[in-house]
């Protein structure tokens, strides 16, 4: 059964850089869309972006290109980087992994870490 | 942007009740609508992908149907573990987006 969990700074600083891992067991990286959602508190889902295994990515443009993922092979991992937040960036961030056969679907997700940008 | 609407935002109901929760797009996106479900203080559970295919494990009660712009989730017979907020999410084209949750409570 995949796994995946979350691991960064509770607490980043306004117009500093969130980074944030995703660490994935039971499943190989090299295969599958892995990706980034978040959610503000008390409030819907918003989708960051992802990164396939082969390297092409996607982002929401409503990040205005703030938004950069990664994957790192070797350690069965993917990060995500979000440059100049502010408090608007305050969220539960979600890595998950998704699937494009038939229908683009996150079927796996983390357990969620919430970020919270402040001096 | 595709928008995602869903009525009604919150629903209560008995175990046992068949409810329903639908999902509207602001233009077609054909069948390529996922649901997901939510408990407090807990990551999202895909459920149904492509409108009406449920993942694997996911119990029969939970049914999707729809295509277009209008999907609709039905659970057949509440069971006390489904309440919950629920999502949609299509898949047509980036950016996915998600509808603003409907949140199921014990009447």
């Known amino acids: 059964q995949v796994q995946l969990q979350e691991s960064g700074p509770g607490l980043v600083k306004p117009s500093e850089t969130l980074s944030l891992t995703c660490t994935v067991s039971g499943d190989s990286i090299s295969s599958y869309y892995w990706s980034w959602i978040r959610q503000p508190p008390g409030k819907g889902l918003e989708y960051i972006g992802y990164?396939?295994?082969?390297?092409?990515?996607n982002y929401n443009p409503s990040l205005k290109s703030r938004a950069t993922i990664e994957l790192d092979t070797s350690k069965n991992q993917f990060s995500l980087r979000l440059s100049s937040v502010t408090a608007a960036d305050t969220a539960v961030y979600y890595c998950?992994?998704?699937?494009?056969?038939?229908?683009?679907?996150?079927?796996?997700w983390g357990q969620g870490i919430l970020v919270t940008v402040s001096s | 942007d595709i928008q995602m609407t869903q009525s009604p935002s919150s629903l209560s109901a008995s175990v046992g009740d068949r409810v329903t929760i639908t999902c509207r797009a602001s233009q077609s996106v054909n069948i390529y609508l996922n649901w997901y479900q939510q408990k407090p203080g807990k990551a999202p559970k895909f459920l149904i992908y492509a409108a009406s295919n449920l993942q694997d494990g996911v119990p029969s009660r939970f049914s999707g149907s729809g295509s277009g712009t209008d999907f609709a989730l039905t659970i057949s017979s509440l069971q006390p573990e489904d309440f919950a907020t629920y999502y949609c999410?299509?898949?047509?084209?980036?950016?996915?987006?998600f509808g603003q949750g409907t949140k199921l409570e014990i009447k």
């Open positions: 990164m396939y295994y082969s390297g092409s990515t």
């Open positions: 999410q299509q898949s047509i084209g980036t950016p996915y987006t």
């Open positions: 998950a992994r998704a699937r494009s056969s038939g229908c683009f679907r996150f079927e796996y």
